[in-house]
């Protein structure tokens, strides 16, 4: 059990959403279901939606209070937040911030404004457990969730609640979303780690908490995974661009695999140009298969395989950010599906 937030806090839940007819009804109820004695004020921001997500929202009105559908001409995610807090926020103190495609447990909501009310925190952050459901979905989440695949990240691993510098969004003070400006609409992809940043800029503290959390579908597909990640790996460098920083460990090292990539193609004058990238490309399977002896995972090699997707292609769009050098068409992070 935890305890009572104050009762006269006021929250903003938005919804970034696009095509989430499959899902948006069940989200809506769940939150309406557990949403206690507490004010909350629901904004689904619709980024276009064919599928009937809309006329879906709209039908639920009348079942749920305090529910609003809100057009976000612009698609994108951090657009879908913005408008929300312009048009909504005032009077409001937090702001919750829900992935249309995502699950949580029941008392999310509940817990993350505790969390605020306990630490004094701006910004609370979760971790995301990541589980998927075909083969390569499920190989997918077992990357992910290791540090084959997310480097260690605490967000993606989990941890024991602790101060941090970045992490999956879920709530923030409005107060402080609104002094930095809210998030940067330039950017499609990473524009929470560049909203933190900001943040802890501006002096305001961001809380990772280890009470609760969100479960994450991965990409299905190769294709989808390898676009995916291309665009992190923009986004990521156009961040340390902005703020002039220097990329950490677990980041600068995928950093090495389009080069190392590059360089093997200069074994048809010596073998050993292609030693680096076999190497990486035995630690990888290694530890693929360790995984599937050391955690009895039959889906560890398979897991190796999607994670040097994941690699190759964060590094590949990482310089051709870098380097200023226009990419394939990659989609812009939409109202779907957000991971950092």
Request: contains cysteine; glycine residues 10%; aromatic residues 10%.
């Amino acid at each position: 059990m935890i305890s009572r937030p104050l009762p006269d806090m006021k929250a903003l839940i938005v919804i970034p959403c696009l095509n989430e007819a499959a899902n948006i009804a069940r989200l809506l109820r769940q939150l309406t279901d557990s949403r206690g004695n507490m004010n909350f004020l629901i904004v689904v921001a619709d980024g276009g939606s064919t599928d009937g997500t809309r006329e879906i929202v709209s039908d639920l009105k009348g079942e749920i209070p305090d529910l609003v559908l809100l057009d976000n001409p612009k698609r994108l995610q951090s657009a879908a937040v913005n408008l929300a807090v312009e048009g909504y926020g005032e009077g409001r103190d937090y702001l919750i911030r829900i992935d249309a495609h995502g699950d949580y447990p029941t008392d999310f909501c509940q817990v993350l404004l505790q969390e605020a009310v306990d630490t004094g925190a701006d910004s609370i952050v979760v971790a995301m457990d990541t589980i998927g459901f075909g083969a390569f979905q499920k190989a997918t989440a077992v990357a992910q969730n290791s540090k084959l695949g997310n480097g260690g990240s605490k967000h993606r691993s989990g941890a024991a609640g602790q101060w941090v510098d970045h992490g999956h969004h879920a709530l923030m003070r409005i107060a402080a979303f609104r002094t930095v400006a809210g998030y940067d609409e330039s950017f499609s992809h990473n524009e929470d780690a560049e909203l933190d940043f900001r943040l802890r800029k501006a002096g305001f503290r961001i809380w990772m908490t280890g009470k609760t959390y969100m479960i994450y579908y991965p990409r299905s597909s190769a294709g989808k995974l390898f676009r995916q990640y291309l665009g992190y790996g923009r986004g990521r460098a156009r961040n340390l661009i902005k703020h002039r920083a220097i990329p950490k460990l677990r980041q600068a090292l995928p950093l090495a695999v389009v080069p190392v990539a590059i360089g093997a193609c200069l074994a048809v004058l010596h073998w050993s140009a292609a030693i680096p990238f076999l190497l990486w490309a035995a630690a990888c399977l290694g530890y693929g298969f360790w995984i599937a002896i050391g955690q009895r995972n039959a889906y560890g090699p398979l897991a190796a395989i999607s994670a040097m997707i994941m690699h190759f292609a964060w590094s590949a769009g990482f310089w051709l950010e870098l380097l200023r050098i226009p990419s394939l068409r990659i989609p812009s992070r939409r109202t779907t599906g957000w991971a950092s």
